[in-house]
């Protein structure tokens, strides 16, 4: 059973006994499949035994026992926030001395004292609203977005790096000099050219992929620490 430590107490995630459906008449074999695994994911049952409005909360709690960038973050702009379960973890790091801004293009209930926009992280708008809603440039972008699959593997290949690329691009815009840029990207590691621009643009580049990633799925992260930023970078 493995355990994990973070500020409020130990996280430990067991297994319970396996789950299986019977074949219900009208139910499809791919929405059985994604049930059972819905009812035998440990994670799944710990999210919602303490809260967490999705099991990805542990991803990020696992990311920061690792890397620890949200203890020095004060300003957190989570990308691609719903339904809430990475924004509600930030809450509960940053406390009341800092500010959470979550964004998704699907509107999202309350999160606390987190400030929620609904619109496109490409639109410059949001970009504004983001801006007087943080008082300033981020100490920390996350970004937890996902491309709807089509099932043609080089198609969702280039619509998840292109969320990447959108991340990536919003970050730069709003990151102070020295902060963090946490997202999602493919097993193996981000594109050759990504991978590229992130070191020039970041003093640090890790991956990593939690435990609370499926073993099945193709998703890591991407840690991309110490912004580079410009001189115009330095304002508030």
Avoid: C
């Avoid at 998704?104 to 929620?116: R, S």
């Avoid at 619509?159 to 990536?168: D, N, P, Q, S, W």
């Avoid at 709003?174 to 050219?193: C, H």
């Amino acid at each position: 059973m493995p355990k994990r430590k973070r500020s409020g107490g130990d996280v430990s995630v067991g297994r319970d006994k396996t789950v299986k459906l019977k074949r219900g008449k009208g139910r499809k074999v791919s929405s059985r499949r994604w049930l059972e695994r819905q009812l035998n994911d440990p994670y799944v049952a710990e999210a919602k035994r303490r809260g967490y409005r999705s099991r990805a909360a542990f991803k990020l709690i696992e990311l920061d026992e690792k890397f620890r960038f949200l203890a020095k973050s004060n300003r957190v702009v989570d990308l691609g926030a719903a339904p809430g379960g990475w924004t509600q973890v930030v809450l509960d790091a940053v406390g009341p001395k800092g500010t959470v801004v979550a964004i998704d293009l699907t509107p999202i209930e309350p999160i606390g004292d987190a400030v929620i926009l609904t619109g496109d992280v490409r639109d410059a708008d949001t970009e504004d609203q983001l801006y007087h809603a943080l008082g300033g440039r981020a100490d920390l972008v996350l970004s937890d977005m996902a491309a709807s699959a089509t099932g043609h593997a080089p198609t969702d290949h280039l619509r998840i790096v292109g969320l990447i690329e959108t991340a990536l691009d919003f970050a730069e815009a709003v990151l102070t000099p020295g902060g963090t840029f946490v997202a999602k990207v493919l097993q193996g590691g981000t594109e050759r050219d990504l991978l590229a621009r992130l070191k020039r643009e970041f003093a640090k580049v890790s991956h990593a992929k939690p435990d609370a990633s499926r073993k099945e799925s193709a998703e890591m992260y991407v840690i991309a620490a110490g912004y580079r930023g410009d001189a115009n970078s330095t304002e508030n």
